[in-house]
């Protein structure tokens, strides 16, 4: 099973960017997926995850700024992120987990990461 993340690149402050990611292989179930950020220097850290139910997390200081949906169809997770300020720069990684085995256990997979620069 694989991530594939998409969306990322330079904008200025006040834009806006989508970032995409789905998982792709055969025989899996998805769980929970969310995006983490980690700028340099720095700690991954959650942004904001959502469940398969579709309940959602988001860290304090983007909340009404970035809006997380998924497609549970499609195993594709969404991050809209508006308003973007350059402390939103970093590298933003796609996180689920993911079972193999019919939903016995859950594992988690990551992505590669994508890049979003916001310039002041």
């Known amino acids: 099973v694989q991530l594939q993340a998409s969306g990322g690149g330079l904008v200025q402050a006040g834009g806006s960017l989508r970032l995409s990611c789905a998982a792709s292989?055969?025989?899996?179930?998805?769980?929970?997926m969310g995006w983490y950020r980690q700028a340099p220097g720095e700690q991954r850290e959650l942004v904001a995850d959502?469940?398969?139910?579709?309940?959602?997390n988001y860290v304090d200081s983007r909340k009404g700024r970035f809006t997380i949906s998924r497609d549970s169809a499609k195993n594709t997770v969404y991050l809209q992120m508006n308003s973007l300020k350059p402390e939103d720069s970093g590298v933003y990684y796609c996180n689920a987990d993911i079972s193999t085995d019919g939903g016995i256990k859950f594992h988690d997979y990551w992505g590669k990461g994508t890049l979003v620069t916001v310039s002041s």
């Open positions: 959502i469940t398969r139910g579709g309940k959602i």
């Open positions: 292989g055969s025989r899996f179930r998805v769980n929970t």
